[in-house]
């Protein structure tokens, strides 16, 4: 058997770099000669240009994703005595956020066809809390690999239950829902900026954006030990802030992320031809929603079988995610589930898998994927 052509992979952000390496490079000379490396100009300038590429008032930048929905709960007063609802089908990050804070998850089941949260297992829960659990005081929807959750009705039901809706925009940069922008809709939004992100860092990073003035200063607190006058701890906090140099690299990124998104689906359009007749469907597109591919995810019940074929012709792919979070030990039998018992999360994390998606494949790599995908 002849060798496999040199493996394309599922993500590359060492490319993401080089695309940009003269802007970048300049960004991080500026940083760095600033002699200001922690809450300076840099990051300033960053949460007021993320603040107003997203269409919000107010952007809080801070460590990592993660951090983003904790500062959030935190802001919010939502900790130990409180529950969050959320999903299974999610980086492991959104309940670890929760727990953070003290906070009991409760996790939701998906639609089958978004691998969102359904709103109607979701209006269930808010109108009969399942015994034995605290409160709950917010809902967190994941906007999962760039696809709109079905917000309106989610929207609704938190509004008449009266708990707080966080989007988890960790995988959304730049995505729409009829018409506004991903992050705007619900009470406050977490972006994490790791790396593999629409918008990413050089290495971890977050930020989180909302209306609300007086929880973007408790949290701009929170995020440094609670000082609101330096060395004074006027709110129990925490040590979670963006520095300089991903800041400034952020900067440059940020202006370039349209443009990118654009790019991811151009890829997306050209794997949507190439899988006609293979007997795989594209990704689910949510009516009046803009997606923007931070992964181009297909499943199919001999998925390993399917991806060691596209291996042996130089196809690399990824699972997001292989175990859902409910079954994996740190959490199995401890967490709460909702009355579908996340049965479809189940059935998809045996199932999905991610093909090649960065802006920077070039036209001749989207060439070889769609081939590959033809001789499925």
Not at 135 to 146: D, M, T
Not at 258 to 276: G, P
Not at 344 to 372: N, Q, W
Request: glycine share 10%; aromatic share 6%; proline share 6%.
């Amino acid at each position: 058997m002849s060798a496999a052509p040199n493996l394309l992979p599922f993500a590359d952000p060492g490319a993401g770099y080089r695309a940009l390496k003269s802007e970048i490079d300049a960004a991080l000379a500026r940083a760095l000669e600033s002699g200001w490396y922690i809450l300076g100009k840099e990051g300033e300038a960053f949460e007021r240009e993320f603040a107003e590429w997203v269409g919000l008032p107010r952007a809080v930048g801070c460590a990592n994703g993660t951090d983003a929905l904790m500062l959030i709960l935190r802001g919010m007063g939502i900790g130990e005595g409180s529950t969050v609802v959320t999903v299974s089908h999610t980086a492991v990050a959104t309940v670890a956020a929760i727990e953070m804070t003290g906070a009991t998850p409760l996790l939701l089941d998906i639609d089958p066809d978004t691998y969102t949260m359904d709103p109607d297992e979701l209006r269930a829960v808010l109108e009969d809390p399942p015994p034995g659990l605290p409160p709950i005081r917010a809902v967190i929807p994941v906007h999962i690999y760039g696809q709109a959750v079905d917000l309106t009705p989610m929207l609704a039901a938190c509004r008449d239950a009266g708990v707080a809706l966080i989007e988890d925009c960790a995988q959304c940069h730049g995505a729409r829902l009829d018409g506004q922008m991903l992050g705007t809709l619900g009470d406050a939004a977490a972006f994490s900026l790791y790396p593999t992100k629409n918008l990413g860092a050089l290495g971890d990073g977050g930020i989180l954006a909302t209306r609300d003035a007086e929880l973007a200063d408790r949290i701009a607190a929170i995020r440094q030990y609670g000082w609101k006058r330096r060395y004074i701890s006027d709110l129990v906090g925490v040590n979670s802030r963006l520095d300089e140099v991903q800041a400034a690299v952020l900067r440059v990124k940020l202006k370039h992320l349209d443009r990118q998104n654009a790019r991811r689906r151009e890829i997306a359009a050209a794997y949507d031809a190439a899988l006609a007749g293979t007997g795989l469907t594209p990704p689910a597109r949510r009516p009046g929603a803009e997606h923007v591919y931070h992964l181009y995810v297909l499943r199919h019940a001999e998925r390993d079988a399917l991806m060691a074929r596209l291996k042996e012709q130089g196809i690399g792919t990824g699972i997001h995610y292989p175990v859902p979070v409910h079954e994996q030990p740190a959490y199995a039998r401890r967490v709460a589930l909702g009355p579908a018992g996340c049965a479809e999360t189940a059935k998809a994390a045996r199932e999905v898998f991610s093909l090649p998606m960065y802006p920077e494949i070039s036209d001749e790599e989207v060439g070889r994927v769609c081939a590959a995908l033809r001789g499925l």
